[in-house]
């Protein structure tokens, strides 16, 4: 943890279709978050079906200077208080990362402050000492609409992929299956909702355990399995929609809990505590599910589960030494894609 004197950290996450910003005020060890904003574009996004990367990035543009506003307004501030910005620089949509990294370097350079570069992926699973401090090293389990990565997390900056998805994440998993039950976008809180009325057993889905490749996750599978029995069953899916959702969700779920077990024993981390963090860490099926099946499961507060700035913020508290000095900080870029070492070298 920072050991640093009293610090006023903006927050700016733009990395897909949530634009977030926030304040954390710091002490030493301490941190409070002042306050965060957040504005979703899935009205902007549902006559697509999916996220536009150039529409995202339209809309984070639009969004992110009257925010900015707003935040300071609400707590009585102004960005000449800020001693640091932190923002999202990896990964994510690369228009989208570089709208809230050029809104970053603007601040910097009209106040000379450092900027810290943040792997959200990373500050997903760290945002759970934001409401649940957890000793290190932990094995973390990290489900998004982007992402499904089972990581251990030895520092704020030291981590290590164990497992990954071979193709769609959870999240795409359930928005793809939404889409082909017209449920709309996005979907995954609706098959949840849904969920909790039906019968999860009454249909059979596939569950992907690929046992020759430990750590391995695939969904494609379990989404097509979903479209044929859509094809064949059409009237299950008039009828029994909430037995259909259920049973859906249960596949998905239970392929995460299967994977998480097979790189606990694999590596023999049973001791490790989970944490479970991303936009999926909401769904109350696999939150019932992995805290009925593991004795030390740790789950990031909802609202810190999507894509926010007080995850951002917080990362740059837990990890100062990553801060980048003004002007060199003005060199920073995004990156569009994940990496499997937390570096900003």
């Given at each position: ?22 304040l954390l005020?710091t002490?030493g ?6 306050t ?6 899935d ?14 990035a ?9 925010l ?7 707590v009585?501030?102004?960005s000449?208080?800020?001693t640091d ?15 809230g ?17 943040v ?15 957890t ?7 990290l ?22 998805t ?14 082909l ?11 949840d909702?849904?969920?909790?009325k039906?019968d999860?057993k ?10 020759d ?7 494609s599978?379990?989404?097509?399995s ?17 037995d ?7 596949a ?6 299967e994977?998480l ?16 963090g ?23 507060e909802?609202?810190?589960c ?8 917080h ?9 980048v ?13 994940a ?6 070298t």
């Amino acid at each position: 943890m920072s050991q640093e004197m009293s610090r006023l950290i903006l927050g700016i996450e733009t990395s897909c279709d949530d634009t977030s910003v926030a304040l954390l005020r710091t002490e030493g060890p301490r941190a409070t978050l002042l306050t965060m904003l957040s504005l979703s574009q899935d009205d902007a996004l549902k006559a697509w079906g999916g996220v536009v990367p150039e529409i995202a990035a339209r809309e984070h543009v639009k969004a992110l200077t009257p925010l900015l506003r707003a935040l300071f307004a609400e707590v009585n501030l102004t960005s000449a208080d800020l001693t640091d910005v932190a923002v999202t620089t990896r990964p994510g949509l690369i228009g989208a990362l570089l709208t809230g990294l050029n809104a970053a370097k603007t601040l910097a350079w009209s106040h000379q402050l450092r900027i810290t570069p943040v792997n959200h992926l990373w500050a997903h699973l760290e945002a759970i000492h934001l409401s649940a401090p957890t000793p290190y090293p932990y094995l973390g389990l990290l489900v998004s609409g982007g992402h499904s990565l089972i990581l251990r997390v030895s520092g704020p900056n030291d981590v290590e992929v164990l497992g990954q998805t071979l193709d769609d994440a959870a999240g795409e998993a359930f928005d793809k299956g939404g889409k082909l039950l017209g449920l709309g976008y996005p979907a995954g809180r609706v098959i949840d909702e849904l969920a909790s009325k039906g019968d999860e057993k009454r249909f059979s889905f596939p569950i992907s355990h690929m046992r020759d490749r430990p750590g391995k996750m695939s969904f494609s599978g379990i989404k097509t399995s979903l479209r044929v029995f859509i094809e064949k069953h059409p009237e299950h899916v008039r009828d029994a929609l909430p037995d259909v959702c259920a049973s859906y969700q249960r596949a998905i779920i239970h392929t995460l809990y299967e994977k998480l077990k097979e790189v606990r024993q694999l590596h023999n981390l049973q001791a490790l505590p989970v944490v479970v963090g991303g936009g999926v860490a909401c769904n109350r099926g696999l939150r019932a599910l992995l805290g009925a099946k593991l004795p030390d499961v740790r789950f990031v507060e909802p609202r810190f589960c999507t894509d926010n700035g007080a995850m951002i913020a917080h990362w740059a508290h837990l990890a100062p030494g990553e801060a980048v000095a003004f002007p060199e900080c003005l060199g920073l870029d995004a990156r569009g894609r994940a990496v499997e070492k937390a570096s900003y070298t």
